[in-house]
């Protein structure tokens, strides 16, 4: 089982980048997909989570009406859109599944992928 975040890169403040959460082994419409973020020096932060059912829990107050997760089972993957991107932003992201249910707990979840770096310039 692998699951890989991908998508990251340089972008200007004000940017945008949609993220993938890919996976191979695994079918992902069995999984919630949650969303995390670490920056350097701070704790993992988790920032939304889709359901199996398509519907996003968010769980940080700012990224909401920023950051948007859909899923797309026919492709396996899920995506996190990224829009006016802050420099306070710029974290490695990665994606986890947990079977059936979202957490925003890192313990509870089961698989993670490798991580994408984004970086936002001001």
């Known amino acids: 089982v692998q699951l890989q975040a991908s998508g990251g890169g340089l972008v200007q403040a004000g940017g945008s980048l949609r993220l993938s959460c890919t996976a191979s082994?695994?079918?992902?419409?069995?999984?919630?997909i949650a969303w995390f973020r670490q920056a350097p020096g701070k704790e993992r932060e988790a920032l939304s989570c889709?359901?199996?059912?398509?519907?996003?829990?968010d769980y940080t107050d700012s990224v909401k009406g920023r950051f948007t997760s859909s899923r797309d089972n026919a492709k396996n993957t899920v995506y996190l859109q990224m829009n006016s991107l802050k420099p306070e932003d710029a974290a490695v992201y990665y994606c986890?599944?947990?079977?059936?249910?979202?957490?925003?707990?890192?313990?509870?979840?089961?698989?993670w992928g490798k991580g994408t770096q984004v970086t936002v310039s001001s």
């Open positions: 986890a599944a947990r079977k059936y249910t979202c957490s925003a707990y890192s313990y509870a979840m089961r698989y």
């Open positions: 082994g695994l079918t992902l419409e069995s999984y919630g």
């Open positions: 889709t359901g199996i059912d398509g519907v996003t829990t």
